[in-house]
């Protein structure tokens, strides 16, 4: 079956940084655009980045411009975010998604999230 298992978060200091994983099984990954998507204590979900099937094509909300980066691994399967210069308010559950239709098309398919706290 589809799994999607993210990995990587945890306590950071501001201005420090994460790279937070997710492991893909069950489907083609290599056919997917992929999603990081982040819920703030008592917020709704807010999109963070995406990225095309081959990883030529990288978008990000303004709110981590410049601050994170998102990458694939195609041979592993697996998604990646590199979150740096991180602030309080980068604080969320950050879960990553599928997209089987491309750019703005819904999420299918969601891992269960990794916790990342920005606090010192």
């Known amino acids: 079956q589809v799994q999607l298992v993210e990995s990587g978060g945890g306590l950071v200091q501001p201005g420090g940084s994460l790279r937070l994983s997710c492991a893909a099984s069950g489907f083609t990954f290599s056919s997917y655009y992929m999603s990081w998507v982040r819920q703030a204590p008592g917020k709704g979900l807010e999109w963070v980045s995406d990225i095309s099937t081959g990883g030529g094509g990288t978008y990000y909300a303004d709110s981590v411009k410049g601050r994170f980066t998102i990458s694939r691994d195609n041979a592993k399967n697996t998604l990646y975010l590199q979150m740096n210069s991180l602030k309080p308010e980068d604080t969320a559950l950050y879960y990553c998604?599928?997209?089987?239709?491309?750019?703005?098309?819904?999420?299918?398919?969601w891992g269960q999230g990794t916790q990342v706290t920005v606090s010192s």
């Open positions: 998604a599928s997209r089987p239709s491309g750019l703005g098309s819904p999420h299918d398919y």
